[in-house]
């Protein structure tokens, strides 16, 4: 792997980082609808920090997700019982800021904070695995 590519992994592990306090603080300003617009950031960063580490991408975020499912979830490299937050805050974050609906409830941005952090946490340490496994292989 590239020097270049381990930038960007790390580049976008700390957008999932500063995605995940922007969140907090707009919880506490009772801002709710953006601190769940940064709640889904947070993972969808994380999600592109993963992909980058095997050279992929996609345009929209629907396929940002397919190819997470593909090729980290349903491949046993990321359990699927902490990737299924991703997809619960991509449906939410969607509703909220597309549609003509109510904020979401405070109790529920806290408890998909909480998802977040498990999330990001997770990715940080599967990318952080890849990068190094991948530097091995590079020093063989």
Known sequence: M???VAALVKYRLQAAQDSLEEAEILLKEEKYRGAMNRVYYSMFYATLALLATRQLSAAKHSGVMSLFHKEFVKAGVF????AKFLTIAFDLR???DYKDVMAPAKERVEELLGDAKVFVAKSREVA???LTMRNVDNHK
Do not use: A, D, G, Q
């Not at 359990?79 to 902490?82: F, G, L, N, Y």
């Open 2 to 4: 590239t020097e270049e």
């Open 79 to 82: 359990p699927k019982e902490v």
């Open 94 to 96: 969607t509703k909220s």
């Open 128 to 130: 952080e695995e890849l």
